[in-house]
């Protein structure tokens, strides 16, 4: 199975940056497309889809949200943080069954 | 508007069943794969099982693997989740999940939540 390592909190302040990591035990990378997506949980919703393929902004997301990286090392940025994003954020890997995700990184205001 | 209306949760004892349903609208139903995704109470979220849009692929987590088992009906833009042999660690609100192009999570209904306990 591969796995999908964040760290489990990020303390930002409004108006800054925040990055979010995602590190996979295996590349996730096929075709030169990262098969790695990111989604944002708020407390009592669903989760949503932030970014797909690694760097694909999903539709109504807004442009402060960006993904990067590729192979096995992945980030989610934020920029600049609102207090709307206060969430936790999620990786997930496509790549491979069975499908997996990160444990999870809850954003905090510092 | 894409909508998935999951129905079905409930408190179940240990060892009995339970069968989810997942009402999808909105898009072309029987374009797109589709999953089950469950969350344990203050948990993160955990793949449950995917079925591709004919049926032909179908995959489970080791987890749920010849307890659970996802189907389908296109004409009735319904998924299901058949529950067998349920267990306190099936504790979880469960989300039906409909796939993107590559396999991405795109759209996600508001969940049931089922409760193993006696």
């Known amino acids: 199975d591969i796995v999908l390592t964040q760290s489990p909190t990020l303390a930002v302040s409004l108006e800054q940056r925040g990055t979010i990591s995602c590190k996979t035990s295996q590349n996730v990378d096929n075709y030169g497309i990262s098969f790695m997506h990111w989604y944002q949980q708020k407390p009592g919703q669903q989760p949503k889809l932030l970014i797909y393929e690694g760097s694909n902004l999903a539709s109504g997301i807004p442009a402060r949200f960006s993904g990067s990286g590729s192979g096995t090392d992945f980030t989610l940025t934020i920029d600049p943080v609102e207090a709307d994003d206060i969430a936790t954020y999620y990786c997930?890997?496509?790549?491979?069954?069975?499908?997996?995700f990160g444990g999870g990184t809850k954003l905090k205001l510092k | 508007e894409v909508q998935l209306v999951e129905s079905g949760g409930g408190l179940v004892q240990p060892g009995r069943s339970l069968k989810l349903s997942c009402l999808a609208s909105g898009f072309t139903f029987s374009n797109y794969g589709m999953n089950w995704i469950r969350q344990a109470p203050g948990k993160g979220l955990e793949w449950v099982a995917s079925i591709s849009s004919s049926s032909s692929y179908i995959y489970y987590a080791d987890t749920v693997k010849g307890r659970l088992t996802i189907s389908r009906d296109n004409a009735k833009n319904t998924l299901y989740l058949q529950m067998t042999s349920l267990r306190s660690e099936d504790t979880a609100l469960y989300y039906c999940v409909r796939q993107g192009y590559r396999d991405w999570f795109a759209y996600w209904g508001q969940g049931t939540l089922v409760t193993v306990s006696s």
């Open positions: 997930h890997q496509s790549r491979d069954y069975p499908r997996t």
